[in-house]
């Protein structure tokens, strides 16, 4: 999603602007007018919201739903409560921007929310994140699936922000599945990354995939979960890639079994760039600074 796409948004707020695209089907409000229409979104919402979307998918649509959410000014913070709701049986995409447009306002973003996927319904939904050097970023989402419900998030940290802390906790019903992956290119950041798939459905599923590449000053500590409550599949592969001698890179997995019925599995690894890898790629006519790009792009979308 770049910053052309972004700009006709269907949900876009630029510092504390507001602009809505209406779409046939799908009701997309304020989440504060939302909670002022609907009664039944308290349940989700934690308190009164300030501001922040509500995205309520009625109907079956054949191209993406997409916000974008931006610090323009120096010195702004947004404080988001969003919720999105895909009703039974609707097979949904996602697009979703945030970002500083300049790299030195010294913004703060904070969003948290809920997504729910009702029985049958087909989300896939790609995050994506670019901060400037100075901002602040925290970000906690809670994904409920109903039964047969299918969940495919990708989440990508273009350039990381002075400071940044993903929550994610995934709830699995019968039957329904769940296909994560986070990509984070780091550099100049304290990142910290809570992650968590739980299936506590009967034939529930998740997998759980971290690619986290560690450069200048990186500093980052990844704690990842899978939780079986019922007898169901999981896998999380989390791996990371330090390539400055100033990045530190915590990477902790973690396999919870609740059902002995289930089966869950893990691999981790920290490692490094290889040197035959390096040396073929400027054998074929790349400098050292090229190659290693090279290579790092290949890692993150692995």
């Given at each position: ?28 409000l304020p989440s504060k007018k939302a909670m002022e229409k609907y009664e039944w979104t308290q349940e989700y919402f934690k308190g009164e ?190 791996q990371g890639l330090p390539i400055h001698k100033t990045a530190e890179m915590i990477l902790i997995p973690e396999l919870v079994c609740k ?44």
């Open positions: 999603m770049d910053m052309k796409n972004a700009e006709n948004a269907n949900y876009t707020q630029k510092d504390h602007e507001i602009n809505i695209t209406k779409i046939e089907g799908v009701e997309i919201p300030k501001e922040g979307y509500f995205i309520w998918i009625k109907e079956q649509i054949d191209f993406p739903v997409t916000t974008c959410m931006s610090i323009a000014s120096k010195s702004v913070s947004q404080n988001l409560q969003n919720l999105i709701i895909i009703e039974k049986g609707l097979k949904v995409k996602l697009q979703g921007m945030c970002n500083s447009i300049k790299k030195d306002l010294c913004g703060g973003h904070t969003a948290s929310g809920k997504i729910i996927l009702k029985e049958n319904a087909v989300l896939e939904y790609n995050h994506f994140h670019t901060w400037g050097k100075e901002d602040i970023v925290n970000t906690d989402y809670e994904f409920i699936l109903e039964k047969n419900s299918k969940l495919i998030y990708n989440y990508k940290i273009h350039s990381t922000p002075k400071k940044m802390k993903l929550n994610a906790e995934i709830i699995c019903l019968e039957n329904s599945s769940a296909k994560i992956k986070i990509i984070g290119d780091c550099e100049n950041t304290d990142l910290e990354i809570n992650d968590n798939i739980t299936l506590k459905g009967k034939n529930s599923s998740g997998i759980l995939k971290l690619r986290l590449v560690g450069k200048e000053n990186a500093k980052i500590l990844s704690r990842s979960r899978i939780t079986t409550e019922a007898e169901c599949k999981g896998h999380l592969d989390c059902d002995n019925q289930s089966q869950i599995t893990h691999e981790a690894s920290i490692g490094k760039i290889s040197e035959e890898e390096l040396n073929y790629l400027k054998t074929r006519g790349l400098n050292e600074s090229e190659a290693i790009e090279l290579i790092v792009n290949g890692f993150l979308e692995d």
